[in-house]
């Protein structure tokens, strides 16, 4: 559809270091200021990296997930929070690219995704009780002729300011149980943000995901017509793990880079002593390789059984999906806090070049976003019945 | 054997619904099944008929319908029988 530009002529991995340099130079302003990483989305805009991974006849490339989760791991060295947008951008493409299969309507805003390289924000979590359960909703959609309208309090919306369209879960009607639920796609100009919540956090400050009150009306074609119950179990948790697991793994990486930078200018002043900080610089290397194993090996996973809906179902596949969120999100914290005791005070503080603090602060959330504990019950029930496969090769 | 289906969810699927109201083919996660139900009704089968839910049929589809939980378990009864 759109005239390849030059720059989609460099390979990915190209551009996304590109954005990620731009990211860099800008994290810590973002972080301090907890605003909106607007010039790193300029750059990975300029690179054209929002609809990769939509189909070419749209308009895109046809990335894999796999790729996809590199720029994330590549992202995730510079700034948290830019990776993390980028994320949960392309956890909702991931969705609309196979669960609006056939809509015209997507079709065609797929196809302005690639061209405008839009971003895409996502309203799941909801006040009165719901939290950060996904699969239930209180609020639903009204569809009254052609046109759909949605009231939603939603607590937490990541840049739902900056964002040209946001993907909102809700009840499918107004008798419909609380786990019956559709995602519908609002184009901005269809919805207004009445803010109810700040962000001013520990650490992602530059995700802005505030609250708000959330109002759109559209057309009734935008309602997805998969239910949401299928997209969250064959796409959207799966894809959530894998990408955010991806991009903490980038965070991780980026603290150990400065802990064995640090280790090394240590060696060079001393030659012929080993610093005291290399024997946790190969503890931390040990517990990377770890959490990169963990995120590869769920790629490959999720790779094998796209498109084939009795794998994503299986018990034993949201099982692995789940243990690659928790095992990241724990693990990363470990590999920052041995970064921190190998550069000391000079890691402790904001302003040196092994500066860690926006690193743990950014780290932590993994823990809390759905909760481990929610995953780890939610494990611990399919648990009651699935028998892991012990095979290495199966 | 939809009967056995029918008394065991009724029991276990803390369903927001009566099973009354739900025809045999009807999608049950539409009708609110969790997955945290779905389980513990998963407990139930195997408790009741005295057999276990192998690897394949551990996923939503069996899960998705009176019929399809039906089949799943007489599936599951002719295998060990044999
Ligand atoms: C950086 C960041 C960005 C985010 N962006 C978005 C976004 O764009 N859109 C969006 O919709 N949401 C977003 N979220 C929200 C996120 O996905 C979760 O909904 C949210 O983090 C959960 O909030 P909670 O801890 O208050 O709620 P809950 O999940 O309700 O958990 C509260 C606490 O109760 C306990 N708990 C609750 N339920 C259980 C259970 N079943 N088993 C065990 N323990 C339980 C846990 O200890 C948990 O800490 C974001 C979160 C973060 C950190």
Redesign the interface.
């Given at each position: 559809m759109t005239a390849a530009g030059p720059v989609t002529a460099m390979s990915l991995p190209e551009r996304a270091k590109r954005a990620a340099k731009v990211a860099a130079k800008y994290a810590d302003a973002v972080d301090r200021e907890g605003r909106f990483p607007s010039e790193a989305l300029d750059a990975m805009k300029a690179e054209r990296l929002m609809g990769v991974m939509i189909k070419a006849e749209l308009g895109g490339e046809g990335a894999s997930l796999s790729e996809v989760a590199d720029v994330c791991v590549t992202l995730g060295q510079a700034c948290g929070s830019s990776a993390m947008v980028y994320a949960m951008h392309q956890i909702q493409i991931a969705s609309l690219n196979d669960y609006a299969v056939g809509s015209a309507w997507y079709e065609e805003f797929l196809g302005r995704v690639c061209d405008e390289q839009l971003l895409i924000g996502s309203a799941t979590s909801e006040a009165g009780g719901i939290g950060g359960n996904l699969r239930n909703s209180i609020c639903a959609v009204d569809v009254v002729g052609d046109v759909v309208r949605l009231e939603k309090d939603a607590t937490v919306i990541s840049y739902g300011e900056a964002s040209d369209a946001i993907m909102v879960t809700s009840r499918r009607n107004a008798d419909a149980a609380p786990s019956d639920q559709v995602s519908t796609v609002f184009v901005k100009g269809q919805y207004t943000l009445e803010k109810t919540t700040d962000w001013d956090t520990l650490g992602m400050r530059g995700t802005c995901s505030e609250g708000f009150i959330f109002r759109a009306e559209g057309a009734k074609e935008q309602i997805l017509p998969r239910p949401f119950a299928e997209i969250a179990a064959q796409s959207m948790l799966a894809v959530s793990h894998l990408l955010w697991s991806a991009l903490w793994y980038g965070i991780a990486y980026d603290a150990f880079a400065r802990g064995q930078s640090f280790v090394k200018a240590a060696a060079r002043k001393n030659p012929g002593q080993t610093p005291p900080g290399a024997l946790r610089v190969a503890e931390a290397a040990n517990l990377l390789q770890q959490v990169k194993g963990n995120v590869v090996s769920g790629l490959k996973q999720f790779e094998a059984a796209k498109g084939n809906p009795d794998a994503l179902n299986a018990m034993s596949f949201a099982v692995a999906m789940n243990n690659i969120k928790i095992g990241t999100s724990q693990t990363i914290l470990t590999v920052i806090n041995h970064c921190m005791l190998i550069c000391g005070i000079a890691g402790y503080k904001n302003d040196t070049p092994y500066s860690l603090g926006r690193h743990l602060r950014d780290a932590h959330s993994a823990q809390l976003m759905i909760s481990n504990d929610r995953v780890l019950g939610n494990t611990s029930t399919m648990l009651l019945v699935n028998k892991p496969d012990p095979s290495l090769v199966g | 054997m939809h009967d056995v289906v029918r008394q065991l969810l009724a029991k276990h699927g803390s369903?927001?619904?009566s099973v009354d109201e739900i025809a045999n083919n009807a999608d049950l996660?539409?009708?609110?099944?969790?997955?945290?139900a779905s389980?513990q009704l998963?407990?139930a089968l195997?408790e009741h008929f005295d057999v276990e839910?192998p690897?394949?049929l551990?996923?939503?589809?069996s899960f998705s319908s009176i019929d399809a939980i039906a089949a799943a378990v007489s599936e599951i009864a002719d295998d060990q029988a044999a």
């Open positions: - | 369903l927001p619904v996660y539409d009708a609110g099944l969790s997955s945290f389980v998963m407990l195997e839910f690897e394949h551990l996923n939503r589809k």
